[in-house]
């Protein structure tokens, strides 16, 4: 009836505003740090890479590729840094899907591979050329493997938290990382130096920023059920 | 003896006993010996400790002087193994690296010193990284046994050379001037140069076919130079060990039967490196 109708549509509109209005004020997602990586000074200038050694990598890039120790971008930002949450014992869930890195055009892909203890990692050789795949590890076991163009992906785990730089012997511009680490709240920043950690439950949280040139810098955070303020990491860059 | 003295000893020797375990009571065995790393210790400081150092890590007050450095025993990448790449060598491998010595190196034969002794320093040296009882050694690679060589299994292995590329370091001879040898550094960051097949010398891991099927099958570690093993099958390594022979100045069964076929057929060959691509 006319009555019951405008009764139920009623309440309806109020529940339905009730619940937008209280979506309007519910506060950003909470257990969340984010922020940015930046420089202060002068970062040194990346230098060309020549490829004239392997012409099947040269004439993959139209031109040439830099190099990528200290990669910044607008505002700058740096690209390449690892910023995660230290722990004593592996924090988050554990990775079971495998994380790839690939050669590809004589270069690694991507700079900077992030991995958890114990994940699984694929190694793909795209080029036309053999490359010999050699983490310089220390604290994990070191170990050198060629492969050749066409061959299987290699596969490898770690089993302890370390920064490993990888190269190529082969293509001694080749220059990479692999990052393990024991927790998976941890994020590598793009081209605008922007980072967020997710899903932290509230508590004290040492956050580290680390890059392969500029070091490591560490800051305590809080997080709270409300939102965390921006955390800045600002490296002190040097032309050289 | 009064009772007091005899509990006294008992008591000394107990003490004496608890303090021997606490200097590393490790025994490793190599063959027939059992090495002792406490004697080991003592022996490791007469004749190790100068280029090697007190702390195993290859920082001996030589090590400045020397070219290349002192194995650091603290990192355990060993270069001389019968392990796959990325595991620990045997205590034997250790022993016959010691007794062999690494030529062009500073490290010299130490087959003077009795083998004992040896033992007992290889048991030392395991004791300078935790890995030797977290992980231990590696499981020896299996190699079967040597086909014999003629011209076909060397054309084959001379084919695997250019495939896998081996001449981008070694060069097309063997000379170690490859496109890329100039820019190798090792591990560490020290320059290094690959293998030069022309000068006759004995490879760094021994002198035999079998040692060089076990450098490229096995990889040699804390340097350039990878393993081969997920790309080979063993009788595609032996061809290339008999093509390898070649290059050498050396009057080996191989060279005989390439140095007499080379000459009415020299014109079939595709040239190696980047000209044979």
């Known amino acids: 009836m006319r009555s019951t109708h405008l009764a139920t549509l009623t309440i309806t509109a109020l529940a339905g505003s009730a619940l937008l209005a209280l979506a309007a004020t519910r ?63 592996a924090g988050g869930a554990a990775a079971t ?24 990692l694929d190694i793909y050789n795209d080029d036309q050329t053999s490359h010999n795949i050699h983490p310089l590890a220390t604290v994990n076991p070191e170990w050198n493997k060629s492969q050749p163009p066409g061959a299987p992906p290699i596969h490898a785990t770690y089993a302890k938290p370390e920064f490993i730089p990888v190269k190529c012997n082969v293509h001694p511009w080749m220059h990479g990382y692999f990052v393990v680490l024991n927790t998976s709240h941890y994020a590598v920043t793009g081209e605008d130096g922007a980072f967020s950690l997710k ?42 | 003896m009064k009772l007091q003295t005899q509990w006294a000893a008992l008591g000394f020797g107990l003490l004496t006993l608890s303090l021997a375990g606490t200097v590393a ?75 062999r010595g690494f030529v062009n190196t500073n490290m010299p034969s130490w087959l003077p010193l009795p083998a004992q002794t040896r033992a007992n320093l290889v048991a030392y040296i395991e004791t300078f990284s935790p890995r030797w009882k977290t992980q231990g050694s590696g499981t020896p690679i299996t190699i079967p ?23 981008k370091c070694h060069g097309t001879t063997g000379h170690g001037d490859g496109p890329s040898a100039s820019t190798l550094t090792d591990s ?22 079998a040692d060089l099927y076990r450098i490229f099958m096995t990889g040699v570690d804390g340097t ?10 063993p009788n595609e390594a032996w061809d290339l060990v008999h093509f390898l022979r ?32």
């Not at chain 1, 508590?203 to 810098?217: D, P």
Request: proline letters at 10%.
């Open chain 1, 199 to 240: 899903g932290l439950p509230p508590g004290k949280y040492t956050v580290t920023a680390w890059h392969e040139k500029f070091g490591k810098q560490s800051q305590e955070v809080t997080v709270g059920t409300g939102e965390t303020p921006p955390v800045k990491f600002v490296f002190k860059a040097l032309p050289y």
């Open chain 2, 188 to 209: 560490k960051d020290n320059p290094i140069r690959p293998f030069n097949f022309s000068v006759a010398t004995r490879f760094k891991c021994g002198a035999t076919n």
């Open chain 1, 27 to 89: 506060p950003p997602a909470a257990g969340t740090i984010s922020g940015t990586v930046t420089f202060t000074g002068t970062p040194p200038k990346m230098k060309p890479i020549d490829m004239a050694k392997e012409p099947s990598c040269a004439k993959q890039h139209a031109t040439p590729v830099m190099t990528e120790n200290v990669v910044t971008g607008p505002n700058n930002s740096v690209q390449w840094a690892v910023v995660y949450v230290e722990s004593a014992e």
């Open chain 2, 246 to 277: 070649t290059l050498e100045p050396l009057e080996t069964p191989e060279a005989g039967i390439w140095n007499a076929w080379l000459p009415a057929h020299e014109k079939e060959l595709q040239p190696l490196g980047e000209q044979g691509q």
């Open chain 1, 97 to 120: 899907e495998a994380a790839r890195y690939d050669q590809k055009g004589c270069q690694y892909i991507p700079h900077v591979a992030v991995l958890q203890v114990n994940q699984p």
């Open chain 2, 224 to 233: 350039p130079m990878p393993s081969f093993a997920d790309q080979l099958q």
């Open chain 2, 25 to 99: 009571a490790q025994q490793v065995k190599v063959g027939n010996l059992t090495g002792d790393a406490a004697a080991g210790k003592k022996e490791y400081r007469r004749y190790c400790i100068g280029c090697h150092g007190p702390n195993g890590d290859g920082t001996g007050e030589n090590a400045q002087w020397i070219d290349p450095k002192p194995r650091d025993f603290v990192a355990a990448s060993f270069k001389c193994r019968s392990t796959p790449t990325g595991t620990l060598p045997t205590s034997t491998d250790l022993f016959n690296a010691m007794t």
């Open chain 2, 145 to 167: 046994a040597e086909p014999a060589a003629d011209i076909q299994s060397i054309l084959r292995g001379r084919a695997t050379f250019q495939k896998l590329e081996c001449w």
